[in-house]
């Protein structure tokens, strides 16, 4: 049952954003509300002999799938470290148009073959389906990968995972005792931190917010009431899910 109780403070596990018109700020302003914003995780790029241990050689395969843009520049880290470059006729697989545009940072891109996924790895499964002779490598974190490796295989897709970075809980000893009205989600990750942090902790009428299906089954799984989710119907980001909670409220 959701406590639908009007907030003051919200806890986002995110960097603090610095852009002008982040809809964060917009939103503190309207609701006259207070955002604290904080990483509850941390990423760390695997070194070259944790790689290596994992005995996958990038030459073997065909084709790159990146999913985000923190891989990419571990991958490609990692590539220099080895001092091998990858054919030109190798395939990438992005999801999002922003994670494409980023690797012009390592790759010319128009002399690339290139696909593109507007937001999610199911995007990508049209264009995969249609290459089923590629040797796949997927360069990922070691934070559980199945749902795209389990599509793909399904598929008969030839498909391998390389871990090449890391996640590890922030210290978030300096908002110990803070008190707030709603703590926001954005990853299983995140949560798994904060109660690595807060043992203790108890959820009682703090307001629980969630971003994707996967954060959502982490919250259930740690005993929590998810008061806010997103991406739904009308609810596209965390920003909206949280006004829609304000309006429900009646703050």
Not at 57 to 86: C, G, Q, Y
Not at 208 to 215: E, K, N, S
Request: include cysteine; proline fraction near 6%.
């Amino acid at each position: 049952m959701s406590s639908k109780r009007p907030l003051k403070n919200i806890l986002i596990s995110l960097p603090q954003p610095t852009e002008e018109g982040n809809p964060y700020f917009k939103l503190a302003q309207k609701w006259n509300i207070k955002f604290d914003f904080r990483k509850f995780i941390q990423v760390e790029g695997v070194s070259l002999n944790d790689f290596r241990k994992q005995s996958v050689n990038p030459l073997d395969f065909t084709a790159v799938i990146f999913t985000s843009k923190v891989p990419v520049d571990h991958f490609f880290r990692l590539l220099t470290e080895m001092r091998i470059e990858l054919p030109p006729d190798t395939k990438y697989f992005c999801v999002g148009e922003a994670t494409a545009k980023y690797m012009q940072k390592y790759i010319v891109i128009r002399k690339r073959k290139l696909f593109v996924g507007e937001r999610t790895y199911q995007d990508l499964i049209p264009f995969m389906s249609k290459h089923k002779k590629e040797k796949f490598l997927f360069p990922c974190n070691d934070v559980n990968q199945g749902g795209l490796i389990e599509h793909m295989r399904k598929l008969n897709l030839d498909v391998t995972e390389a871990i090449v970075h890391r996640t590890v809980d922030s210290d978030l000893k300096e908002i110990r005792g803070a008190q707030y009205d709603m703590i926001c989600f954005f990853s299983p990750a995140e949560i798994k931190s904060w109660l690595n942090n807060f043992p203790e902790f108890e959820q009682k009428e703090t307001s629980i917010a969630v971003f994707g299906q996967q954060t959502a089954a982490e919250a259930v799984r740690a005993g929590f009431r998810i008061d806010a989710e997103a991406p739904k119907p009308n609810i596209p980001s965390m920003t909206a899910a949280i006004e829609a909670f304000l309006q429900e409220a009646g703050k």
